[in-house]
Nanobody, 124 residues
Framework: QVQLVESGGGLVQAGGSLRLSCAASVRTFSSYVMAWFRQAPGKEGEFVAGISGNGGLLYHADSVKGRFTISRDNAKNTVYLQMNSLKSEDTAVYYC?????????????????WGQGTQVTVSS
């Protein structure tokens, strides 16, 4: 069983930055692929970024590439999403998920464990 708790969301002006955190309560954190997804009102969930268990592989969606960076600290059982140059279209609830297969990192249904989400609102 993996429990995930996100934090760090909030209200920020366009062009600003936020850093999201996702703390996991599991002994084998480094064995999990971790990712961030987001869902805006009235829209389908969207993959944002993923990172392999040892942090050696990263994958960012085109919509955030160059602005967002995913990272992890396995000693702290935590994955991060640094979000810079935020835009109004980044407004969404952001969720972190844990999966076991890097090959399907961007596939929502492959994630067995999810956090409760954290709201990010970007004002223009």
């Amino acid at each position: 069983q993996v429990q995930l708790v996100e934090s760090g969301g909030g209200l920020v002006q366009a062009g600003g930055s936020l850093r999201l955190s996702c703390a996991a309560s599991v002994r084998t954190f480094s064995s999990y692929v971790m990712a961030w997804f987001r869902q805006a009102p009235g829209k389908e969930g969207e993959f944002v970024a993923g990172i392999s268990g040892n942090g050696g592989l990263l994958y960012h969606a085109d919509s955030v590439k160059g602005r967002f960076t995913i990272s992890r600290d396995n000693a702290k059982n935590t994955v991060y999403l640094q979000m810079n140059s935020l835009k109004s279209e980044d407004t969404a609830v952001y969720y972190c998920g844990a999966a076991t297969d890097w090959l399907v990192v961007a596939t929502h249904r492959e994630y067995r464990y999810w956090g409760q989400g954290t709201q990010v609102t970007v004002s223009s």
